[in-house]
């Protein structure tokens, strides 16, 4: 048996995507699954002060990264992690076994940012950011790219897949090196 990265006795994932692409749906499911823990990172940036203060033009937080990295090194050691974030391209290479990059077609995406009340230049970023998978190219520049996997996030079934794909990947992990990334694009 060969340990991937570290010592770590269970696997670290990082849950990544444009906004609405269902990253806190997928992980909170899959932690449900699977027992290892969910860390929202906007959740966990605004409960801890994790930020350099709020930008009115983004309405959100600016993210501090040494902070976040900071807050989670040790967690992240211990392994057992789901990290759900929007950005992949700080965190260190070292903490994750397997990088998830959720996709949705941009006119599902489009329907789901207007529910969650995004507007003009801030629902076409969104959405621009997803048709050019800005997130699957920053992962693959990111991290080893055996380890990075694009899973499709359209609908309900989707979900159910990908959170089954996933459960399955974890309980047989960690496995040889040469095997490492089993989970199929589709
Ligand atoms: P993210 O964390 O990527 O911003 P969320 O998980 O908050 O996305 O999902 C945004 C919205 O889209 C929620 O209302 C959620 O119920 C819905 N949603 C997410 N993924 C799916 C999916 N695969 N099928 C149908 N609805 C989804």
Redesign the pocket.
Request: hydrophobic share 20%; net charge positive; charged share 20%.
């Given at each position: 048996m060969v340990l991937e990265n570290g010592n770590r006795k269970k696997p670290n994932i990082l849950v990544t995507?444009?906004?609405?692409?269902?990253?806190?749906?997928?992980?909170?499911r899959l932690a449900e699954a699977t027992q290892l823990k969910h860390i929202?990172i906007g959740d966990l940036v605004r409960e801890k002060n994790l930020h350099d203060g709020w930008d009115d033009e983004l309405a959100s937080y600016v993210l501090n990264e040494d902070l976040v990295c900071d807050e989670l090194e040790d967690v992240m050691e211990e392994g057992g992690n789901i990290v759900?974030h929007?950005g992949c391209d700080f965190f260190p290479e070292r903490w994750f076994d397997c990088v998830v990059v959720?996709q949705?077609d941009n006119t599902?995406l489009y329907d789901?940012l207007i529910?969650?009340g995004y507007r003009d230049s801030k629902l076409s970023n969104n959405v621009e950011c997803e048709i050019f998978q800005v997130l699957l190219d920053e992962a693959k520049a990111s991290y080893a790219e055996n380890i990075v996997v694009a899973l499709k996030?359209?609908?309900?079934l989707?979900?159910k897949r990908n959170v089954a794909t996933l459960t399955d990947w974890i309980s047989n992990w960690p496995v040889p090196v040469y095997g490492m990334m089993k989970i199929e694009l589709y």
């Open positions: 995507g444009t906004p609405g692409t269902g990253k806190t749906t997928m992980s909170t929202n759900d929007h959720l949705t599902i789901r529910n969650r996030s359209n609908n309900i989707d979900i």
